[in-house]
Nanobody, 124 residues
Framework: QVQLVESGGGLVQAGGSLRLSCAASGRTFSINAMGWFHQAPGKERSFVAAINRFDGRTYYADSVKGRFTISRDNAKNTVYLQMNSLKPEDTAVYYC?????????????????WGQGTQVTVSS
């Protein structure tokens, strides 16, 4: 099993920045793809960003391209999400995900492991 623990959420004004972190523990040798999803109140959970382990290639939802950056430290089994130019519509619970799949993608079904989530609130 793999456990994922997110940190770094909070309240920020529009235009501000936050950095989320997600530390993996347990059978981390099995993890390849890692990423983030979010779920806003009253909406379905949706893809934000993901990153491959073997080549570092990144993937982003159109709504966050140019504002968010995903990165990972494989030695620390940690993935990060740097969020800049935050907007009120970015308000959501952000979930860290991980998978044994070789390639990351936008589908929820790709990811075997999910964190508990961290709240991000952007005020206008």
């Amino acid at each position: 099993q793999v456990q994922l623990v997110e940190s770094g959420g909070g309240l920020v004004q529009a235009g501000g920045s936050l950095r989320l972190s997600c530390a993996a523990s347990g059978r981390t040798f099995s993890i390849n793809a890692m990423g983030w999803f979010h779920q806003a109140p009253g909406k379905e959970r949706s893809f934000v960003a993901a990153i491959n382990r073997f080549d570092g290639r990144t993937y982003y939802a159109d709504s966050v391209k140019g504002r968010f950056t995903i990165s990972r430290d494989n030695a620390k089994n940690t993935v990060y999400l740097q969020m800049n130019s935050l907007k009120p519509e970015d308000t959501a619970v952000y979930y860290c995900v991980a998978s044994s799949a070789y390639y990351s993608d936008y589908r929820q079904a790709t990811y075997d492991y999910w964190g508990q989530g961290t709240q991000v609130t952007v005020s206008s």
